[in-house]
Nanobody, 113 residues
């Protein structure tokens, strides 16, 4: 499955963005999908993950602000980002982690103060 992320952009602090990740094939049987980000000079980190059963997991830094969801009928993964902060600035990647590993290209999110 190939993944195509979109929805990044420039937003002011406190604003919102919705990232989408379109898969080239079915994600119905994908156990774990997620969003990850990498800021300049930092290691890539997990932002949010979701299982096929809908169980979610978030980094502490985004809990209460970000929401991950998936639409198996549309083969799409989403990340709703609210109350954005400058420290959320990064390249965001979507990925399949189980049962195989596949990464999409990143989409830039820039939050201005």
């Amino acid at each position: 499955v190939q993944l195509q992320a979109s929805g990044g952009g420039l937003v002011q602090a406190g604003g919102s963005l919705r990232l989408s990740c379109a898969a080239s094939g079915s994600i119905f049987s994908v156990n774990v999908m997620g969003w990850y980000r990498q800021a300049p000079g930092k290691q890539r980190e997990m932002v949010a993950q979701i299982t096929s059963g809908g169980t979610t997991n978030y980094a502490d830094s985004v809990k209460g602000r970000f929401t991950i969801s998936r639409d198996n009928a549309k083969n799409t993964l989403y990340l709703q980002m609210n109350s954005l902060k400058p420290e959320d600035t990064a390249v965001y990647y979507c990925a399949v982690r189980l049962p195989y590993d596949s990464w999409g290209q990143g989409t830039q999110v820039t939050v201005s103060s």
